[in-house]
T-cell receptor, first 107, second 114 residues
């Protein structure tokens, strides 16, 4: 089973880019990388996903390494409302979320 | 389009009782998954239903069960409640359990077992 490793916590200054890393060295060829975030006491919210190519949407950018063993979620201009727990997952079946990265955006 | 709806939002039960939680998926979504979230364990997968059939199951005891109806609404039941069952129970829906289908989550049911 593909597992992910993320730092437990990170800080980012408001207005700066937040770069959240994820290691998924056992990812299979057909598994997508998904990112979700969870703001306290709410359900997780989908952010972005990708297979091989880098992706960008209105919320964030996803950079996937060529060997697909790691990825980085980029929030280009972090705001206080981006303070949340960010989850990186790589499994479509029995989707399992780890502890995630607690991102604190600092004023 | 209405989002995933979970009821009730909060629930208090005592040990030994049973509880039933409800989840209405987004219209058109036929897959419903359930998760348990506790402070130290993150989100743990319970099970996923698609077209009224359980497709996947996590590592939880048999006290945790679920079902899905023909309109895709799902219920989760926990029998003989234990103190450790206190958690936020989240439901998520997607069109189908396919490789690139993203999950849409409800706000959850906060269960407290006293």
């Amino acid at each position: 089973d593909a597992k992910t490793t993320q730092p437990t916590s990170m800080d980012c200054a408001e207005g700066r880019a937040a770069n959240l890393p994820c290691n998924h060295s056992t990812i299979s060829g057909n598994e997508y990388v998904y990112w979700y975030r969870q703001i306290h006491s709410q359900g997780p919210q989908y952010i972005i996903h990708g297979l091989k190519n880098n992706e960008t949407n209105e919320m964030a950018s996803l950079i996937i390494t060529e060997d697909r063993k790691s990825s980085t979620l980029i929030l280009p201009h972090a705001t206080l409302r981006d303070t949340a727990v960010y989850y990186c997952i790589v499994r479509a079946q029995k989707v399992t979320f780890g502890i995630g990265t607690k991102l604190q955006v600092i004023p | 389009k209405a989002g995933v709806t979970q009821t009730p939002r909060y629930l208090i039960k005592t040990r030994g009782q049973q509880v039933t939680l409800s989840c209405s998926p987004i219209s058109g979504h036929r897959s419903v998954s359930w998760y348990q979230q506790t402070p130290g364990q993150g989100l743990q997968f319970l099970f996923e239903y698609f077209s009224e059939t359980q497709r996947n199951k996590g590592n939880f005891p048999g006290r945790f069960s679920g079902r899905q109806f023909s309109n895709s609404r799902s219920e989760m039941n926990v029998s003989t409640l234990e103190l450790g069952d206190s958690a936020l129970y989240l439901c998520a829906s997607r069109r189908a359990p396919e490789t690139n289908e993203k999950l849409f989550f409800g706000s959850g049911t906060q269960l407290s077992v006293l």
